[in-house]
């Protein structure tokens, strides 16, 4: 379309204002026009226009009578403080009319929200004498004498964490899950920092760590026995003497005799526990007393681990029904990879990237249960450790070849949790089947996401936008977008419109299977039996577990919430600590200090990988 303007020097002007001109068209068009304008002659009044007053020619200086000074240092001079005063005056004006409050900060994000309940979890699964400020109203100190019928050595076994609905405290997944909660604090300090959580995570894995530390003769520098669990569950074959399953009590009640099980040949749970206070001597690192003690335990563990070679679970009945481990060389790859992250001592990172040991680990193979990360197998969570070496430090020979190997995997492991993979089946509503349809899916999930995030962020740290999958690119935000759908699912966008965490949204799980939050704190002391009938009544739980993900959904998107069908309804100590992770991961998305991960606190024991150069000669003296 042309639109007519008035024509200064008389006549129409065309303006052309085809919205598809670009800027160099338009400024084209407009210098044509002020050649065909000026290319007619003009009259006088026109000149006088262009032309201004006359050919006048102004002063070149004014004269203040003392002093006869440059007129254009005098415009200057005056101009430059009548603005500078006009300004000043401004900015007195709006200091003074704005109110005195920052901006309103936005509305915390979901995950952030999720994140403060999901630490309330681990408040209400402590055993021992609590702290002070344990904030769960309805637990006390339970358990105060653990250990106490037991051997010379572990006399006091009092503290830890409960595992799940019992009260047995089962050190493998426990292990675990210390490891998880440091790993994402190591990460991510400044983000649970700006959560206002920093200082109860560390807690949180603190509790945890001085229970470990009791566990085994932490100031020996060799051991040959450690402390697997305390309580026992077995009620296969009618046994029904009391114990942490057949009763339903709470654990402040308990008073049935709880057995103390150690092994000596276990090495599977001993490398757990060394990576468990590895990586919190690095979240305590300025506790340096402190953070020696969890090196030192961490280094003798693991060379238990290493001397007496064994699967923890194969001589125990209790083990294998509960948490059954089925081999101990993923558990070398990330207890090496940790223990050369807190030490810096290299003979850790080359036993790690030993080809034999990654191979023995799976590393090398798919299988159906390739690239799930839980509590029996940490060989994806020591892929994407150790993929972090190459992206920041790239050691170089002899590492390379192994870590480029395990750089590949983790990519590979990346693709198959998308969508566009079949590797693992999706539900009706989205859920990554990570455990094929099994019942407790959640676990498993959390923690992709959380290594899904994780690894996004060490692409974007490294200035990498993205990663191959076969020949096709995606970008570090499609892992985000797989780590958000998963999340927002366990928050309620699903079928059912359910959270699986309970106390988050308006409708979650009220059954859950636990003790303590299914029996009231009335005075009453409900002996074993007594409690069955607080286990079997269809009544919402008396006490709100606050921050614990249930097990899950079926492969349908169906839950049932019952409180007899632990599939359903039980929380634990691994599946928390992995959600844990994940939540503080995604966080802080919309806040304006939203930072990536901390590249640097993880290799502070790390020596420089090329040796410093020498030092300049001294200045030649004749």
């Known amino acids: 379309m042309s639109m007519y303007g008035r024509d ?12 598809s001109a670009t800027d160099d068209d338009r400024s084209r068009n407009l210098q044509d026009l002020d050649r065909a304008a000026l290319s007619r002659p003009l009259d006088e009044t026109q000149q006088s226009w262009l032309l201004g007053p006359g050919e006048q020619k102004k002063k070149k200086y004014v004269d203040l009578g003392c002093i006869i000074v440059s007129r254009k240092i005098f415009v200057w001079t005056v101009g430059t403080l009548l603005v500078s005063g006009f300004l000043a005056g401004l900015i007195t004006l709006i200091v003074k ?18 994140l403060h309940k999901a630490l309330m979890f681990f408040n209400a699964q402590r055993s021992g004498k609590l702290p002070k400020h344990n904030n769960v109203s309805w637990r006390g100190n339970s358990c105060t004498r653990d250990g106490d019928g037991s051997s010379s050595l572990f006399k006091d076994l009092s503290g830890g964490y409960y595992d799940a609905g019992d009260a047995i405290k089962f050190n493998f997944p426990a292990s675990f899950a210390m490891t998880m909660l440091s790993w994402s604090v190591i990460e991510y300090s400044a983000k649970y920092e700006a959560a206002g959580e920093l200082n109860h995570v560390k807690d949180i894995i603190k509790w945890g760590s001085d229970y470990f530390l009791k566990t085994f003769n932490h100031t020996a520098d060799s051991i040959s026995t450690i402390v697997m669990q305390v309580g026992v569950g077995d009620t296969s074959g009618g046994n029904t003497s009391p114990n942490d399953h057949y009763c339903w009590m709470r654990p402040e009640d308990i008073d049935y005799v709880r057995p103390v099980l150690t092994c000596s040949s276990c090495s599977d749970l001993a490398a757990e526990m060394a990576a468990a206070l590895a990586s919190a001597s ?17 280094r003798t563990l693991f060379d238990f681990a290493r001397k007496q070679r064994g699967r923890y679970s194969a001589g125990n009945a209790e083990a294998a029904i509960f948490y059954n481990s089925t081999s101990y060389w993923d558990e070398f790859v990330w207890g090496g990879a940790w223990l050369y992250y807190a030490t810096g001592n290299s003979s850790y990172l080359q036993l790690s990237t030993t080809p034999g040991i990654a191979k023995h680990a799976g590393a090398f193979w798919g299988g159906p249960d390739y690239g799930v990360l839980s509590w029996d197998n940490k060989l994806a969570g020591a892929q994407v450790l150790l993929s972090r070496l190459r992206l920041f430090l790239s050691p170089g020979y002899p590492y390379e070849e192994i870590l480029r190997t395990f750089h590949n995997q983790t990519s590979i492991v990346m693709c198959s949790y998308l969508p566009f993979f079949s590797k693992f089946n999706h539900t009706r509503g989205g859920l990554i089947q990570l455990n094929h349809g099994r019942p407790q899916p ?36 499609v892992l985000r977008d797989f780590a958000k759908t998963q999340i927002d699912y366990i928050l309620g966008k699903n079928p059912r419109k359910m959270s699986y965490v309970v106390g988050f949204g308006n409708h979650y799980p009220k059954h859950v299977h636990h ?3 299914s029996i009231p704190k009335n005075k009453v002391k409900y002996n074993c039996k007594g409690g069955w009938k607080w286990r079997d009544t269809t009544k919402p739980n008396p006490n709100t577990l606050v921050g614990a993900m249930v097990a899950g959904p079926d492969k349908r998107d169906g839950f049932h919430d019952v409180r007899t069908n632990y599939n359903y309804t039980e929380p634990t100590l691994a599946g928390n600590a992995g959600l844990v992770a994940a939540l503080v991961a ?22 420089p990988m090329f040796p410093t150069p020498p030092p300049p000669p001294a200045p030649w003296k004749p």
């Open 8 to 19: 200064p020097w008389g006549g129409p002007l065309e303006i052309n204002a085809a919205d």
């Open 97 to 114: 009319t704005v109110p005195r409050h920052h901006h309103p900060h936005p509305p915390p994000d979901n995950y952030t929200l999720a």
């Open 282 to 298: 690095i979240v305590f690192k300025d506790n340096k007393a402190y953070s020696q003690k969890l090196v030192h335990g961490a």
């Open 442 to 477: 959640l676990q498993y999930i959390v923690n992709a996401a959380f290594l899904a995030t994780l690894y996004s962020d060490y692409l974007e740290a490294a200035d990498t936008p993205g990663w191959y999958c076969g020949p096709n690119f995606y970008s570090t935000e």
């Open 515 to 517: 003790r303590g939050a």
């Open 586 to 607: 995604l966080s802080g998305e919309n806040s304006e200090k939203a930072t990536g991960i901390d590249k640097n606190t993880i290799f502070s024991a790390v020596p």
